[in-house]
């Protein structure tokens, strides 16, 4: 059975760090590139990053680029999100989700875990 | 950016009636190579993360109940839930997965009982 539990979320002041990660069992880890994809209170699902299955290739939505850092550990079966510099508005819950084939990175996500809230306030 | 429009917002079906939920992207997402559209349908519940319900615009994912049905006509693309549950009260997000990242949704359509 596949799963994915996502971890450290918090609350956090603005300027702040923060660092999630998501550990994955029941399939091949190393053959799926992941994701993150974060959902403010109240709002739609925004799409915020993607790993490649070895993390050479790495990509970022606009409103996170330079303040986000994904990355992962093949021999752990996790993935981190290093977010810096946190704003009021990265205010989410955040979502790691399995890309649905092996090796690529343009697959729907076919598992997704519970999630972890991050709350960016003073 | 590929940006992706659905509609309605908001929609309240009966009981057993059909549901129809569209959503348009800004650019083909067909590759010619392989003749699938790269788009997925989502269902979230409160307090749930999403279910992949529709790959490939119109491949359900497994365990899906074939109630859910999913269609391509050039740049729309269309989620039909033939005779409406309760339980599928629910968001619905369409995803397009075309291009190289970003992996944009559409702003979800939320789905009620009449």
């Known amino acids: 059975e596949v799963q994915l539990l996502e971890s450290g979320g918090g609350l956090v002041q603005p300027g702040g760090s923060l660092r999630l990660s998501c550990a994955a069992s029941g399939f091949t880890f190393s053959s799926y590139a992941m994701n993150w994809v974060r959902q403010a209170p109240g709002k739609g699902l925004e799409w915020v990053s993607t790993i490649s299955v070895s993390g050479v290739n790495t990509y970022y939505a606009d409103s996170v680029k330079g303040r986000f850092t994904i990355s992962r550990d093949n021999s752990k079966n996790t993935i981190y999100l290093q977010m810096n510099s946190l704003r009021a508005e990265d205010t989410a819950v955040y979502y790691c989700a399995k890309c649905g084939a092996a090796y690529g990175v343009r697959a729907a996500g076919d598992f997704w875990g519970q999630g972890t809230l991050v709350t960016v306030s003073s | 950016d590929i940006v992706m429009t659905q509609s309605p917002d908001s929609l309240a079906v009966s009981l057993g009636e059909r549901a129809t939920i569209n959503c348009k992207s800004s650019q083909s997402l067909l590759e010619s190579s392989n003749n699938n559209n790269y788009l997925a349908w989502y269902q979230q519940k409160p307090g749930q993360p999403p279910k992949l319900l529709i790959k490939?615009?119109?491949n359900r994912d497994s365990g899906v109940p074939d109630r859910f049905s999913g269609s391509a006509s050039g740049t729309d693309f269309t989620l039909t839930i033939s005779h409406l549950q309760a339980e599928d009260v629910a968001v619905y997000y369409c995803q397009q997965y075309y291009s190289n990242p970003p992996f944009t949704f559409g702003q979800g359509t939320k789905l009620e009982i009449k």
């Open positions: 490939w615009a119109s």
